[in-house]
């Protein structure tokens, strides 16, 4: 037999056994697929031989971390550094902003939330920090029934006295205890007495909060009489207005009767009773 005769014919065999091991692993596939799912397979039978082409590698996705599907991470805000307080609010219409200090006071507070909540009404509350961890059910109520909670530091001190140290230590003890209870941090701040120094908005804006003051003082705090704290709130009442009572420091049962005699009137004459958002820089 001639030489090429004898390489031609074992190029053949060599296709054979190719070809036949391919058919063999088509059949054993096709029959772990019919064992598995109980069908034959549809589809045509994978090519064999060395040009078949291989199933991707699935880990390759499976690894992969799933990064940038998600909105990207926007960059903390900072709050402004003002250099005077805010005395009025933004808003739309006949809008107005009832707040109340010192507290939260365990006489006193429960009922001017549950005037309030006759009415459907959002107010802000300025708290003092050591009221506020004797109190801490009441600080709770306040944030679970809409109320913003404010910070009014922590002894009521005159701010314009104390130093920077002490001036922090006031605000950030009595956010501690909101976030603690309130499960957030306060983003409003009110000096006591309102006295305002640059101190004070300073580090006010370091602690995340806005300075607010007031425009219509009631005075309830000289205990004036219930007629008198109503007619400073009526004839006060204007668009933006931000008014000042108290639910602590004192006998506060004029305040009490003052805001059931006053918030029903207010709204009857087409006040939106409610509370600001933020204005952040």
């Not at 065999?13 to 054993?28: T, W």
């Not at 640059?198 to 006010?204: E, K, V």
């Not at 004192?250 to 509370?275: F, I, K, M, N």
Request: with cysteine; charged share 25%; aromatic share 6%.
């Amino acid at each position: 037999m001639k030489k090429d005769q004898l390489l031609s014919r074992l190029l053949t065999r060599r296709r054979a056994l190719i070809a036949g091991a391919g058919a063999v692993g088509a059949a054993a596939t096709a029959g772990v697929f019919t064992a598995v799912t109980g069908d034959p397979p549809t589809g045509p039978a994978p090519a064999a031989g060395p040009s078949a082409r291989r199933p991707p590698n699935s880990s390759a996705y499976r690894l992969q971390p799933l990064t940038g599907y998600g909105p990207p991470r926007a960059a903390p805000r900072r709050t402004l550094v003002r250099r005077a307080p805010m005395l009025r609010v933004s808003g739309r219409g006949r809008t107005m902003v009832l707040t109340f200090d010192d507290g939260p006071d365990p006489r006193y507070t429960p009922h001017i939330l549950d005037t309030l909540a006759e009415y459907d009404v959002r107010a802000m509350f300025f708290v003092c920090g050591e009221m506020a961890v004797d109190n801490k059910k009441l600080l709770a109520r306040m944030s679970d029934e809409g109320h913003v909670v404010g910070n009014h530091t922590w002894s009521h001190p005159l701010l314009t006295r104390l130093t920077r140290r002490q001036i922090r230590s006031e605000m950030e003890r009595t956010s501690d205890v909101v976030a603690d209870v309130c499960g957030e941090r306060p983003e409003w701040f009110r000096a006591p007495y309102g006295a305002w120094n640059r101190a004070a908005f300073q580090l006010g804006a370091e602690l995340g909060m806005e300075p607010l003051a007031w425009t219509v003082d009631t005075l309830d705090w000289t205990t004036p009489g219930t007629p008198s704290i109503v007619e400073r709130v009526e004839k006060g009442a204007a668009p933006g207005v931000v008014v000042l009572s108290h639910d602590a420091g004192g006998d506060r049962t004029q305040s009490v009767r003052a805001l059931r005699r006053y918030l029903p009137e207010l709204l009857d004459s087409g006040y939106h009773v409610t509370v600001p958002r933020r204005q952040y820089a």
